[in-house]
């Protein structure tokens, strides 16, 4: 007998986590910032551990593929974080130099990967880690954001406009 937690199960991992969309939440203020962020000019992108399938159902589901100009995915690199290779594709997607990116993460992986690939880091404090996972010096952030809309206090209109 098979059940749904054995090998041969009713459904793969990935079919599981599949039922489980309706739990992604997107934290609040987040859209508005981003909203704003494309109003002022920035290019936007998103590097995600997620596979390409999930990244692309989740950013649809609450809109925020149509935010975005470039998506990283699990699919499109090698290497992965905390290495710099996806970082790095998401700012050839962009046409952008590295040194011109700013990068949010809420990990200790994301915000190592950003350091390592040039790029400026802030960290995303509403994540769910703790602060002490933050204690390697190679995980220390140029930024620290309590809340989304701190970001635009560092991001002003690009080319001084708005």
Same mark, same amino acid.
């Given at each position: 007998m098979q059940g749904p937690n054995t090998l041969g199960g009713w459904l793969s991992y990935r079919e599981h986590l599949a039922t489980l969309d309706h739990l992604i939440t997107v934290f /609040?203020?987040?859209?508005?910032?981003?909203?704003?962020?494309?109003?002022?000019g920035y290019l936007l992108g998103i590097v995600t551990s997620k596979a390409a399938a999930a990244a692309n159902r989740h950013l649809a589901l609450h809109s925020?593929?149509?935010l975005l100009d470039a998506v990283i995915t699990l699919d499109d690199t090698i290497n992965h974080k905390p290495d710099p290779e996806p970082f790095l594709a998401a700012a050839a997607r962009l046409g952008v130099t590295p040194e011109v990116?700013?990068?949010?993460?809420d990990s200790p992986w994301d915000i190592i990967a950003a350091n390592r690939a040039g790029m400026m880091s802030a960290l995303a404090e509403w994540g769910l880690f703790d602060p002490?996972?933050?204690?390697? /010096?190679?995980?220390?952030a140029d930024f620290r954001l309590p809340s989304p809309d701190h970001l635009l206090a560092i991001c002003p209109p690009v080319g001084g406009g708005k």
């Open positions: /609040p203020g987040w859209l508005e910032v981003l909203s704003e962020l494309r109003s002022r925020l593929d149509t990116c700013l990068a949010v993460g002490r996972a933050f204690s390697d /010096p190679e995980a220390q």
